[in-house]
């Protein structure tokens, strides 16, 4: 299985000045992983250090035969993940 980057999230790697290989890293490692009700990607959720303080970054993706290709990458604001959650648009797997 390859882990390929969509154009998107290469670009906001360089818009929010994200480590490269952080996306890889927080697939690989999520710590909780949710189906979103509204796009139907798969998110997967770690704790991380950026911009100096710790905190929930999510990455969505989606199984490409037997390849994985990362669409998007950003920190979750305080109550982010809890609010997707309550509303039903993020399902626990």
Same mark, same amino acid.
Not at 24 to 53: M, P, Q, W
């Given at each position: 299985?390859?882990?390929?980057y969509?154009?998107?999230?290469?670009?906001r790697?360089?818009?929010?000045?994200?480590?490269?290989?952080l996306? #890889?890293?927080?697939?690989?490692?999520? *710590?909780?992983r949710?189906?979103d /009700?509204?796009?139907?990607?798969? =998110?997967? +959720? %770690? #704790?991380?250090?950026?911009?100096?303080? *710790?905190?929930?970054?999510?990455? /969505?993706?989606?199984?490409?035969? =037997?390849? +994985? %290709?990362?669409?998007?990458?950003?920190?979750?604001?305080?109550?982010?993940?809890?609010?997707?959650?309550?509303?039903?648009?993020w399902r %626990?797997?």
């Amino acid at each position: 299985m390859q882990i390929k980057y969509s154009k998107h999230i290469e670009a906001r790697i360089v818009m929010r000045k994200i480590e490269y290989s952080l996306p #890889k890293e927080i697939f690989k490692n999520a *710590e909780e992983r949710f189906i979103d /009700a509204e796009t139907g990607h798969t =998110i997967a +959720v %770690k #704790k991380a250090v950026l911009y100096g303080k *710790e905190r929930d970054i999510m990455v /969505a993706y989606r199984y490409e035969d =037997i390849d +994985v %290709k990362l669409l998007t990458i950003h920190p979750l604001k305080e109550g982010q993940k809890e609010n997707r959650v309550k509303s039903g648009r993020w399902r %626990k797997i």
